[in-house]
């Protein structure tokens, strides 16, 4: 039996870009991690397993928390990092005393709808032929805190 991966959830730091960016990169999304970094109103959370294995970005705005990405690598899928992750965000958010959490999702991202909704999250609308690349629908989730 392999061990178990121990995982410590954190915000990024700027020493972590060129980790955070080889994940994006990997996972298909298009993050400006030192943009992000600086941005007041934004957190990049990051799962370390001593390497860097994850990473979400969201931005607050007002009492709504935004996520706006979240990308796992492909070797640590499938262990509860964005699970981790994900919880990790929901604690901040209602510390922070936001009223819900909403995203954006592609409708063919099957993982990632599964992941949405086992934290709780639910549809809220579709945006018919949201993604210019493949022309296929978004799907807004929110998570309702309070
Ligand atoms: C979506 C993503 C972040 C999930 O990360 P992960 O660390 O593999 O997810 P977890 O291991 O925490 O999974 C938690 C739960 O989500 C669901 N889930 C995750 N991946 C799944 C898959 N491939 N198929 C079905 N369900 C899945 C399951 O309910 C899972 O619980 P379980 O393992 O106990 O069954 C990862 O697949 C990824 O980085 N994808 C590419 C980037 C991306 O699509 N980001 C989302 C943009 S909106």
């Not at 943009?35 to 979400?56: H, N, Q």
């Not at 949405?116 to 639910?122: K, P, R």
């Not at 989730?141 to 309070?146: V, Y």
């Amino acid at each position: 039996m392999s061990p178990a991966l121990v995982v410590t959830i954190g915000s990024a730091v700027t020493e972590d870009v060129a980790a955070l960016q080889s994940i994006a990169r990997q996972c298909g999304l298009n993050v400006d991690f030192p943009a992000e970094l600086a941005r007041s109103y934004a957190s990049v959370l990051v799962a370390r397993g001593p390497d860097l294995l994850g990473f979400l970005l969201a931005w607050r705005a007002a009492d709504e928390v935004h996520l706006i990405d979240l990308g796992v690598r492909e070797a640590s899928r499938r262990h509860g990092i964005g699970r981790s992750l994900l919880a990790a965000l929901l604690r901040e958010a209602t510390v922070n005393a936001a009223r819900v959490v909403l995203l954006e999702v592609r409708a063919s991202n099957g993982p990632a709808l599964a992941l949405y909704a086992a934290l709780g999250f639910t549809e809220l609308d579709r945006r018919p032929r949201y993604y210019a690349d493949t022309g296929e629908d978004a799907v807004v989730m929110q998570l309702t805190l309070r």
